[in-house]
């Protein structure tokens, strides 16, 4: 079975066919660089117009995207050249052209899985990771068969911005990021869905071997393939499906301490509650996640996410000023001077669902969590975890924990579990309750 990635959007894209390729709208060989720009919301390519490009790959061979831009959006958004195995599919969104590689899907996850973290991880850690990838995977895939609606003309086929309408209503604005952005394509090749940055990023045959050894094993839970979401460091406590996106839940990816031998009183802690949250967010519990282990944090985190510090608890200053100036860029509103930010609701992580922004001018009602982590930073907050403190100036301080949304696995965690001995089923029972591993 064969999937298609979006990896690039742009109004030319430039590639190099690195043996023979089929070039289907002609029937012949060709190979080389080539460079394809938008025209007319068609394609111009070697001086003709085409609707679409496709490059059949017939010799196993690779190509090459140039100038491809990764973690958009993000703190560590960078451009880089990726080299990729299957064919080449390039079609016009109308306003850019879009490069989608098709590739086999057990290919695809020994990229995955070395692209979100490096193939010299622990063969459990890798295990669990392609049984999770290659379940919301086909899960979403499923998923968005069932629901299609026809494609409109000005619809958004690229990056995080979906087709539903977020007004503000009544000082509220509440958004949320799916997949379901993409109509020309299965899955993007970003954060947004899953990383997959082609066959040059370390990938070596402990990757091949951990996807080799779950060949076709996913995730169930009542007879369906599981919506199996996963992050970076949860913070000492995973979080609920509904915190962060649609308003609903599984019993899959429920909110739990990321530790297996808690004390029987600290199941009660209840994050919502914002005395909780605060004490529980200033502190450092004992946590799977919680490490300064190198060797264990390098199994998770590439190169370019290395450059990330401190995300089990971490704080970020702004200057009120500083802030006025980000909130105003980012959400397009002038709040004018803020007066005080106020989490008005918490989901079970402690992660904040709904904040109130005050200001001289504006007070605005934002969430859900990842709106709150764009709206506060020139990239994106680590997580939507934290306490606000304000000093006699006005400045604000930060106080946040974890990295990412925190729903399902949690990779740092599960890095730990592997170091601790622990084997990939049990990971994923850990982070996945109520869940079967079978084989589709």
């Given at each position: 079975?064969?999937?298609?990635?979006?990896?690039?959007?742009?109004?030319h894209i430039y590639f190099q066919l690195d043996n023979q390729f089929l070039f289907e709208q002609v029937g012949q060989t060709v190979?080389?660089?080539?460079?394809?720009?938008?025209?007319?919301?068609?394609?111009?390519?070697?001086?003709?117009?085409?609707?679409?490009?496709?490059?059949?790959?017939?010799?196993?061979?690779?190509?090459?995207?140039?100038?491809?831009?990764?973690?958009?959006?993000?703190?560590?958004?960078?451009?880089?050249?990726?080299?990729?195995?299957?064919?080449?599919?390039?079609?016009?969104?109308?306003?850019?052209?879009?490069?989608?590689?098709?590739?086999?899907?057990?290919?695809?996850?020994?990229?995955?899985?070395?692209?979100?973290?490096?193939?010299?991880?622990?063969?459990?850690?890798?295990?669990?990771?392609?049984?999770?990838?290659?379940?919301?995977?086909?899960?979403?895939?499923?998923?968005?068969?069932?629901?299609?609606?026809?494609?409109?003309?000005?619809?958004?086929?690229?990056?995080?911005?979906?087709q539903r309408k977020f007004p503000i209503l009544n000082s509220q604005f509440i958004k949320w990021y799916e997949n379901d952005v993409?109509?020309?394509?299965?899955?993007?090749?970003?954060?947004?869905?899953?990383?997959?940055?082609?066959?040059?990023?370390?990938?070596?045959?402990?990757?091949?071997?951990?996807?080799?050894?779950?060949?076709?094993?996913?995730?169930?839970?009542?007879?369906?393939?599981?919506?199996?979401?996963?992050?970076?460091?949860?913070?000492?406590?995973?979080?609920?499906?509904?915190?962060?996106?649609?308003?609903?839940?599984?019993?899959?990816?429920?909110?739990?301490?990321?530790?297996?031998?808690?004390?029987?009183?600290?199941?009660?802690?209840?994050?919502?509650?914002?005395?909780?949250?605060?004490?529980?967010?200033?502190?450092?519990?004992?946590?799977?996640?919680?490490?300064?282990?190198?060797?264990?944090?390098?199994?998770?985190?590439?190169?370019?996410?290395?450059?990330?510090?401190?995300?089990?608890?971490?704080?970020?200053?702004?200057?009120?000023?500083?802030?006025?100036?980000?909130?105003?860029?980012?959400?397009?509103?002038?709040?004018?001077?803020?007066?005080?930010?106020?989490?008005?609701?918490?989901?079970?992580?402690?992660?904040?669902?709904?904040?109130?922004?005050?200001?001289?001018?504006?007070?605005?009602?934002?969430?859900?969590?990842?709106?709150?982590?764009?709206?506060?930073?020139?990239?994106?907050?680590?997580?939507?975890?934290?306490?606000?403190?304000?000093?006699?100036?006005?400045?604000?301080?930060?106080?946040?924990?974890?990295?990412?949304?925190?729903?399902?696995?949690?990779?740092?965690?599960?890095?730990?579990?592997?170091?601790?001995?622990?084997?990939?089923?049990?990971?994923?029972?850990?982070?996945?309750?109520?869940?079967?591993?079978?084989?589709?």
């Amino acid at each position: 079975m064969t999937i298609s990635v979006g990896i690039i959007e742009n109004k030319h894209i430039y590639f190099q066919l690195d043996n023979q390729f089929l070039f289907e709208q002609v029937g012949q060989t060709v190979s080389g660089k080539f460079s394809a720009t938008i025209f007319n919301k068609k394609i111009l390519f070697c001086e003709k117009i085409y609707d679409e490009l496709v490059f059949r790959n017939i010799s196993n061979a690779t190509f090459t995207l140039f100038n491809v831009k990764i973690g958009i959006n993000f703190h560590w958004e960078q451009v880089e050249n990726q080299h990729f195995a299957g064919s080449l599919k390039i079609v016009s969104n109308g306003k850019k052209l879009v490069a989608i590689n098709i590739i086999d899907i057990e290919k695809y996850l020994c990229s995955v899985i070395s692209s979100e973290m490096s193939a010299m991880s622990f063969p459990e850690l890798l295990k669990a990771h392609a049984v999770i990838s290659r379940s919301w995977l086909l899960a979403n895939i499923e998923s968005r068969a069932k629901n299609q609606e026809p494609r409109h003309e000005n619809q958004n086929n690229f990056g995080l911005e979906n087709q539903r309408k977020f007004p503000i209503l009544n000082s509220q604005f509440i958004k949320w990021y799916e997949n379901d952005v993409h109509t020309l394509f299965d899955v993007c090749a970003d954060d947004h869905c899953q990383r997959y940055q082609g066959v040059g990023k370390d990938l070596i045959e402990a990757a091949k071997n951990a996807v080799e050894a779950t060949k076709g094993e996913v995730l169930m839970y009542n007879g369906a393939i599981c919506d199996t979401r996963f992050s970076k460091c949860c913070g000492g406590k995973t979080e609920l499906f509904s915190s962060c996106w649609a308003d609903k839940d599984f019993d899959y990816l429920i909110s739990k301490d990321d530790f297996l031998h808690f004390g029987l009183n600290a199941k009660l802690i209840d994050l919502t509650d914002e005395k909780n949250a605060e004490k529980f967010i200033l502190s450092s519990p004992k946590c799977f996640c919680n490490t300064n282990n190198k060797e264990i944090i390098n199994q998770v985190l590439k190169d370019f996410d290395k450059k990330t510090n401190d995300f089990f608890r971490w704080k970020v200053f702004y200057s009120n000023r500083e802030l006025s100036n980000i909130l105003h860029e980012k959400s397009n509103i002038d709040f004018g001077k803020i007066v005080d930010l106020i989490p008005l609701k918490r989901g079970h992580s402690g992660r904040i669902t709904l904040l109130k922004i005050v200001g001289t001018k504006k007070t605005i009602n934002v969430g859900k969590e990842l709106e709150i982590r764009r709206w506060l930073s020139k990239s994106h907050l680590y997580s939507s975890s934290f306490v606000v403190k304000k000093n006699e100036k006005g400045d604000f301080t930060l106080y946040g924990a974890g990295w990412g949304h925190g729903v399902g696995l949690c990779q740092i965690g599960a890095a730990v579990m592997s170091a601790q001995g622990y084997n990939y089923k049990q990971i994923l029972t850990h982070y996945f309750e109520n869940t079967k591993i079978v084989t589709v």
